[in-house]
Structure formats: C-alpha cells, structure tokens
C-alpha cells in the first residue's frame, strides 16, 4: 500500500476512531470496489443520478491529463445493496475509450468495474486520496445521516494514461465489523 494513504487511514482513526477492516479495504484496495461490496453485501446495483457528457474544466482536465474543452463523460452514482452504500463520482476522456464500451457506459446501471471486466481491459487502480469529510445535503438524503463521511480519490490507468478519474464516498456509520 501506498504510504500516504496509509498515513491518511491513520489520519482518519486520529479525528474518528478505528476503522473497521471492511472500511479500511474499501478506503485503500486497488481492486474492484463493487466485488467487495458483492462480497459484504450480496449482490449490488447501480442507481445513476447523472450521466451526461460535458466538456472538461480546468479541474476535469488537470485530473484528467486532457485539454481544457475536450469531451468527459460524468456519471454520479449510487451503489446500492439492500441500501444505499456508496455514492460515487467518475470522470471519463471520451477519446480513450472505444464504441463498446462507450455504450456499456452511457447505459449507465453497469458498475465501472464489470464494465472493464467484460471488455476484458487491463488496468491498474492508483488511490490518490483517503479522507474525512463533511455531509453534504445530497448525500445527507441518499444516505439518511449528518455524520461524518469517509471518501477517496483514484484513478484507473489504461496504457499509461487516466482512463478514468473515481470519487467514493460512503457514511462512517457504514461497514462496521
């Protein structure tokens, strides 16, 4: 594991308290998220909130290695179980992906990472960010809290290059032993 992401799960335990295994697994694994949700919680879905094409801000680009104005694909979803269990962000460079798996992808109710299992695409997942954060509204709704949210930041490289930049964030109150 990479050392700042496990300085950032100390970090966490620091400001909430320890982590449960499954919560630490789900902050630092570089594997598929949705098999470990599978695996806890039985099988999951995708409910998508948005799915829409739109050119890339200064942001997108930056985290994206694009330009500025080139077609991303943003998806905000919820993996969801029995309940709600993760809310999360992507953002995909449409010129790095071909025709099928565009289609899977604007399809929208198929998880990221089944997605590239079935277009058998080769890829490594590389964690860039582990934290605590504050509620916000939405996710308030979805997940029916005000407490304390743990998140991470990561990219899936394909041939050297961002093939998609993933945001995931689920309640502390989640994933207890």
Avoid: C
């Avoid at 982590?19 to 599978?38: E, M, N, P, R």
């Avoid at 801000?57 to 979803?77: F, H, M, P, W």
């Avoid at 309940?83 to 565009?102: G, Q």
């Avoid at 997605?115 to 695409?121: E, M, S």
Wanted: aromatic share 6%; net charge negative.
């Amino acid at each position: 594991m990479d050392p700042k992401i496990f300085e950032g799960i100390k970090q966490i335990e620091k400001e909430l308290g320890s982590l449960s295994s499954a919560q630490k697994i789900l902050l630092a694994t570089d594997g598929s998220v949705t098999t470990i949700l599978d695996v806890l919680k039985g099988h999951v879905n995708i409910r998508t909130l948005v799915q829409e094409f739109r050119e890339a801000d200064e942001e997108a680009a930056s985290l994206l290695n694009i330009q500025v104005g080139d077609t991303i694909n943003y998806r905000v979803v919820v993996i969801e179980g029995e309940e709600p269990l993760i809310y999360a962000v992507s953002m995909i460079p449409m010129e790095r992906l071909d025709n099928d798996f565009k289609e899977d992808l604007i399809r929208a109710d198929i998880p990221i990472g089944r997605i590239l299992r079935k277009h058998d695409i080769e890829s490594r997942r590389e964690i860039k960010t582990v934290s605590v954060e504050e509620t916000e509204p939405e996710m308030a709704d979805i997940f029916k809290t005000q407490g304390p949210m743990l998140r991470r930041t990561y990219n899936i490289i394909h041939n050297d290059q961002v093939l998609i930049w993933l945001m995931e964030t689920f309640p502390h109150t989640l994933f207890k032993d």
